[in-house]
């Protein structure tokens, strides 16, 4: 969604170059020197027997934060059929879904998954109707979508991160984290990286309507918090 072809090289955020060269993607049709920017205009993607499919973006909804996802309206090039393709936190892309397209087991596979410190992004899409897509709104499109699969990601901790870790802890600086990752993504590092132990409490707090709880990630108590 957000890649760019410069000095015939991809370049972008490092999950999306994962994802383009694990599909075998490949530029396609790009006319290096009449183009004037570094704009993708179509990739092609393999597929059944060998053979190759183009898809031309159309339209792109960028990443917000607080929607937790982004996708593209993209046509294929041959058959003229137009789809969205959207990716993003496995929770947000669920909820988008079509029950009858998720597997049993999904939600069980990510919290795994996440417990062990992967990153995780869930992938979906639809076929859109000719048109309908040119006024409507990414809400009114990035729905009933059909479920495709989870991508996950291993970023390894640098070696001096522990010795680090520990050192700051012992001259009594507190050691915090910062992340956009799932909460148990950002859990099972905390416990690799030595930030909290493997039998200390984490909470997640929440405020809503004027009271903030906490909830246990272990065990699921909720406590309200003067």
């Not at 001096?160 to 700051?168: E, K, Q």
């Amino acid at each position: 969604h957000t890649l760019a072809y410069l000095e015939k090289e991809i370049l972008g955020d490092p999950m999306e170059e994962e994802l383009f060269d694990y599909a075998q993607a490949d530029i396609a049709n790009f006319d290096e020197k009449n183009s004037k920017d570094c704009e993708i205009k179509a990739i092609s993607v393999p597929y059944k027997n060998g053979k190759k499919v183009e898809l031309v973006p159309e339209r792109i909804f960028v990443f917000i934060p607080e929607l937790q996802r982004m996708s593209i309206i993209s046509r294929n090039a041959s058959t003229r059929r137009t789809y969205l393709f959207a990716k993003g936190s496995p929770e947000m892309i669920l909820k988008l879904c079509r029950p009858d397209s998720v597997p049993e087991d999904a939600k069980k596979a990510i919290k795994y998954l996440t417990n062990k410190g992967f990153r995780i992004l869930a992938h979906a899409f639809k076929e859109l109707d000719r048109g309908i897509y040119s006024d409507a709104t990414r809400e009114e499109l990035e729905t009933d979508l059909l479920f495709q699969g989870l991508s996950t990601f291993e970023n390894p901790l640098k070696a001096a991160t522990n010795d680090s870790i520990r050192r700051l802890k012992a001259n009594d600086i507190y050691v915090g984290m910062i992340t956009g990752d799932n909460l148990f993504t950002a859990q099972a590092i905390a416990k690799k990286s030595g930030i909290i132990t493997e039998d200390e409490s984490t909470w997640i707090y929440t405020f809503e309507n004027g009271q903030l709880t906490k909830k246990n990630m272990h065990n699921g108590s909720v406590v309200k918090v003067n």
